[in-house]
């Protein structure tokens, strides 16, 4: 079974500009999820989608940061002006139900 | 929302020794715990996991307790190797929104 898959793996970006990033999750996976782990931290979780629906996007910084799963399957993260403290490794992670969540292998973002 | 606490931040063990790494949360309605294993620069693995159905839960050489009552689990690490040098991250889900709630982590290090 082929695993969550995140791309790009590294990204450098200077502070104000825009960046995305894409997960393919397992398929079969109803439940996605997006997670922020700063260096040093747990992983924070930032929106998590059920299919193409929303379930949680309480922590997720609106004013900058947006994300959809247009289709219920590949889903996208964006930042839009970045931040130096957006300096982090995203997580993105799926699930079949309620239980068991997979990780990808994250995407490092530095912002210079 | 939930909030988990993990103890202690550092561990360092003579390889052969038994590790042991404690959690706490505050939800009460919270009823599934996995534990992750994160190797410097790879995703967080899933290692065991517990539901608060159970008291224990033992894999080979991991073991997991949880404390409905007091709202605490551990992970248990016996016959430690230095492959099990990483940093360890508990979490719980609640059973409202299905979130994950993650613990800000355990480096464990392992000595030969």
């Known amino acids: 079974e082929a695993g969550v898959a995140q791309s790009p793996r590294y990204k450098i970006i200077e502070k104000r500009q825009s960046v995305a990033f894409w997960c393919n999750p397992i398929?079969?996976?109803?439940?996605l999820y997006w997670y922020q782990q700063i260096l040093g931290q747990g992983p924070k979780l930032l929106i998590q989608?059920?299919?193409?629906?929303?379930?949680?996007d309480s922590q997720l910084p609106k004013d900058r940061f947006s994300a959809e799963r247009l289709k219920g399957v590949d889903s996208t993260l964006k930042i839009q002006p970045a931040k130096l403290e957006d300096s982090a490794v995203y997580l993105c992670?799926?699930?079949?139900?309620?239980?068991?969540?997979?990780f990808g292998p994250g995407t490092r973002l530095t912002v210079t | 929302g939930e909030n988990v606490e993990q103890h202690p931040s550092t561990l360092s063990v003579q390889e052969g020794d038994s590790a042991v790494i404690k959690c706490t949360y505050s939800?009460?309605?919270?009823?599934?715990f996995p534990w992750y294993k994160q190797e410097l620069g790879k995703r967080p693995q899933l290692i065991i996991d517990i539901r608060s159905n159970v008291g224990e839960k033992k894999d080979q050489r991991i073991a997991v307790t949880l404390n409905k009552t007091a709202k605490h689990f551990s992970l248990h690490i016996t016959e430690t190797q230095p492959e099990d040098s990483a940093v360890y991250f508990c979490?719980?889900?609640?059973?409202?929104?299905?979130?994950?709630?993650f613990g800000t982590g355990t480096s464990l290090t392992v000595i030969p």
């Open positions: 979490a719980a889900q609640t059973n409202t929104g299905n979130q994950f709630y």
């Open positions: 989608f059920q299919n193409n629906g929303v379930v949680d």
């Open positions: 398929s079969g996976h109803a439940t």
């Open positions: 992670a799926s699930s079949f139900g309620r239980e068991k969540q997979y």
């Open positions: 939800d009460s309605a919270s009823n599934y």
